[in-house]
């Protein structure tokens, strides 16, 4: 089962699924640990099915040597939904310049007691620019229910939430191997296919992912310059402050003022993760919403703690 609440070195703790307003003014959309993404998505009718696409390239993804990856998907329902959702098949879209599209339908690894799925992908063709592989996986509606979910994507291996599967990491989960749900040390980014113990089907599976790596991450900061900051109060005289922050290379972040004081701004995260955007500001309180768009298909959106600009 999906958690969203677990430590890592580079996602934030804590973290909880929808928009929110955080006093540390970090916007996400929830997951740590080895989830690299949560996209939320509805089944409309009981029983009815959905589709969500995302997409793998080689500027998000490192595929290990012999160009495979292994991706897991997990489905969870969304806090006050009654739907059960279930992930019914995967189907991978191969498409880029001077290719003709090609569709498969994945081989899907499965655990008994686990909504998760684990999709083998194997790397074709040359790795150029606009070359995607496409996952679309369809979810439907189990036992008739319906309603709003969240699809989390996860790399098994990453037993640390680096975005990496090294030889460190696979260390790591043998260590853990006899381990269950039920014991104090469990540790749930060990347990690749998500059955909620530890054994050596996990570090077979971990062990394929040896060499892959990835950029995309759940998490959105948002940080106010220290110089509009006065005795912790969010406030200033200035009519353009800086904000700074971390998001998904290649990403499109923008804020936008809720009441329309001030036009909205946007940027474009760099190559390293980061990116830095002038904000102005209307006399009075300023809230922005926040909301950031990546090229593997997940969007996060939150507001921000006010601004005050004094005059």
């Known amino acids: 089962m999906m958690r969203s609440n677990s430590q890592s070195r580079r996602r934030a703790s804590q973290a909880r699924p929808g928009a929110e307003i955080l006093e540390k003014r970090e916007v996400l959309t929830g997951g740590a640990g080895n989830t690299i993404a949560l996209v939320p998505?509805?089944?409309?009718?009981?029983?009815?099915?959905?589709?969500?696409?995302?997409?793998?390239?080689?500027?998000?993804?490192?595929?290990?040597?012999?160009?495979?990856?292994?991706?897991?998907?997990?489905?969870?329902?969304?806090?006050?939904?009654?739907?059960?959702?279930?992930?019914?098949?995967?189907?991978?879209?191969?498409?880029?310049?001077?290719?003709?599209?090609?569709?498969?339908?994945?081989?899907?690894?499965?655990?008994?007691?686990?909504?998760?799925?684990?999709?083998?992908?194997?790397?074709?063709?040359?790795?150029?620019?606009?070359?995607v592989i496409t996952v679309r996986a369809t979810v439907a509606g189990d036992k008739a229910t319906a309603g709003n979910f969240l699809v989390g994507y996860y790399l098994p291996g990453d037993i640390n939430g680096t975005g990496v599967v090294n030889q460190a990491a696979i260390k790591a989960i043998k260590k853990q191997n006899g381990m269950t749900a039920n014991n104090t040390n469990y540790q749930f980014d060990a347990d690749a296919n998500r059955d909620g113990k530890v054994d050596s089907t996990d570090i077979s599976l971990a062990q394929q992912n040896l060499g892959t790596a990835t950029v995309v991450s759940p998490v959105v900061t948002a940080n106010l310059e220290p110089a509009a900051i006065t005795n912790g109060q969010r406030s200033t005289d200035k009519a353009t402050v800086a904000f700074t922050g971390i998001a998904t290379p290649g990403a499109s972040i923008s804020y936008t003022e809720v009441s329309n004081k001030v036009p909205p701004v946007a940027t474009t995260v760099d190559n390293t993760g980061a990116y830095s955007l002038q904000v102005p500001l209307g006399v009075g309180v300023n809230t922005f919403q926040v909301t950031t768009n990546d090229a593997f298909g997940q969007s996060i959106s939150g507001q921000l703690t006010p601004v005050n600009r004094t005059a």
């Open 41 to 131: 998505k509805a089944i409309a009718a009981p029983g009815g099915t959905t589709t969500v696409d995302v997409k793998v390239d080689p500027t998000l993804f490192k595929f290990n040597k012999q160009g495979k990856l292994l991706l897991g998907i997990d489905v969870a329902p969304q806090s006050g939904s009654t739907v059960t959702p279930k992930i019914k098949s995967v189907t991978l879209i191969e498409s880029g310049p001077g290719i003709r599209a090609t569709t498969a339908r994945a081989q899907l690894t499965r655990a008994p007691g686990s909504k998760a799925v684990l999709v083998p992908i194997q790397w074709h063709g040359a790795k150029t620019t606009g070359h």
